[in-house]
């Protein structure tokens, strides 16, 4: 279940009150006249069933409560109601396979955003993985695709592309370029202290590694688990089953592949530099197709899910 909480104008809020009522799948409503203060107006409150969640959202902002007044979600974590299990019964779907786009967008909008935080997290895991790859150390490498953050642009592109939000492709392409950019750059200036003080060398890179040396020779496979990688995160995303977001990382060769690239253009091999550079972009492609497919199929699933409900739910008017 999600809770909603409504500030909307005097004006408006007996269509809010009756769009809420009129929605399947909600149940209790609350209706604080004059509560509100800065917006000035009316709160009003109640639960929605997930699975009419995205339904419901979108004809509020039709509404304009959104511009007028403000719209907030909350996941309910426990209720123990039988109106709200008769709610959830009444929607349509199941909840673990409901789209909420807007906090889909909002969300990847925030992962995919070039802080300083962001930055840190991809350098230190892409410096991390240089010394993996050096030591041929699979944990290493595993831990360094665990800490790397790539995968909030790459699910930004993909939300991008089906939503057709153009400001929020280019922010998260902005920062899968930059971020990329500037971790291999410092990884570079790294292999090159850590040679100079004895624990890098060339010998290590170019030897036998039978751990790591996947990082730098893709394949059909490589593709096809970064499609694999994709979707799942993707659902992982939707769902609200950010658990899942683990395992996506850890397996897909986006950090190790940047950072082997990165060492061995320290030292000059430029096999392995080409070889790492095609790994990486293989594995970005797939994951952006595969996020951008899976989001798609979903947004067709969910159409007839949301036409059944329109029909049920009074087409808001307009504001004049």
């Known amino acids: 279940m999600l809770h909603l909480r409504l ?3 005097a004006d408006r809020t007996d269509d809010v009150v009756r769009l809420i009522e009129r929605t399947v799948g909600t149940t209790h409503l609350v209706v604080l006249r ?13 639960d929605v069933a997930r699975e009419a969640g995205d339904a419901l959202l979108s004809a509020l902002q039709e509404l304009g409560v959104d511009r007028t007044g403000s719209i907030a979600v909350e996941n ?22 409901a789209v909420l786009w807007e906090h889909l967008v909002d969300e990847t909008h925030e992962e995919s955003t070039l802080s300083v935080t962001y930055l840190a997290f991809i350098t ?6 240089a010394c ?32 057709r939000a153009p400001r929020l492709a280019l922010r998260s392409l902005v920062a899968l370029l930059v971020g990329f950019a500037l971790a291999m750059a410092v990884t570079v200036g790294f292999s090159l202290f850590m040679d100079a003080v004895g624990l890098f060398s060339k010998d290590k890179l170019e030897g036998t ?19 694999l990688a994709g979707a799942a995160g993707t659902l992982s995303l939707t769902s609200a089953k950010s658990g899942a977001l683990v395992g996506v990382a850890i397996s897909v ?15 000059g091999d430029t096999r392995q530099t080409w070889g790492s550079t095609e790994q990486l972009l293989l594995n970005l492609l797939g994951i952006v197709l595969a996020g951008t497919l899976t989001l798609l199929a979903q947004k067709w699933f969910w159409a007839g899910q949301r036409e059944r409900a329109r029909r049920r739910t009074p087409r808001a008017p307009e504001l004049g």
């Open 76 to 97: 309910i974590d426990l209720s123990l109601s039988k109106r709200a299990e008769k709610a959830e019964e009444e929607a349509p779907g199941e909840a673990a396979d």
């Open 209 to 227: 590694r039978p751990n790591t040396s996947f990082v730098y020779a893709p394949n059909a496979f490589s593709f096809v688990v970064a499609v």
């Open 253 to 267: 060769t986006t950090v190790p592949a940047a950072a082997n690239a990165a060492v061995a253009l320290a030292y």
């Open 124 to 129: 230190l895991a892409t410096m991390i993985a």
């Open 34 to 46: 004059g509560a509100a203060r800065n917006p000035a107006g009316d709160v009003v409150m109640c």
């Open 132 to 163: 993996g790859v050096l030591l041929d150390n699979a944990i290493l490498i595993v831990g360094a695709m665990a800490v790397g953050p790539e995968f909030g642009p790459l699910a930004g592109v993909s939300t991008a592309l089906v939503q």
């Open 7 to 9: 500030i909307t104008p």
